[in-house]
């Protein structure tokens, strides 16, 4: 059964920048597409972005194209979100999950079957 493992959030202030890593064990991740999700403190989950499993494709929530990038090390079995110019708005919970129809690239939660445990960030000056 795959397992995922997020790290590298933290506090960082307005303008900065975080590395989040998803590391997947138990399954290779060649055979699924790779999303990020975030929840906030009284919002519901959104989805961040998400890449396909052969890497061609990727999605991004609006508010976040430009500052946001995503990418997958399939040989190293890991998912990073590169995130850049961080803002207030983007505080929460972010977690990375795994859709099993690896030629999907959707940013719906529903079609994530598998979930880390999430690592929180921080923009605060």
């Known amino acids: 059964q795959l397992q995922l493992v997020e790290t590298g959030g933290g506090l960082v202030q307005p303008g900065g920048s975080l590395r989040l890593s998803c590391a997947a064990s138990?399954?290779?991740?060649?055979?699924?597409?790779i999303g990020w999700f975030r929840q906030a403190p009284g919002k519901e989950r959104e989805g961040v972005s998400c890449m396909n499993a052969s890497g061609e494709k990727t999605n991004y929530l609006e508010s976040v194209k430009g500052r946001f990038t995503i990418a997958r090390s399939n040989p190293e079995n890991m998912v990073y979100l590169l995130m850049d110019n961080l803002k207030p708005e983007d505080t929460g919970v972010y977690y990375c999950a795994a859709d099993t129809m690896r030629w999907r690239y959707s940013l719906d939660s529903a079609h994530y079957n598998d979930w880390g445990q999430g690592t929180q960030v921080t923009v605060s000056s």
């Open positions: 138990g399954s290779t991740l060649n055979y699924y597409t």
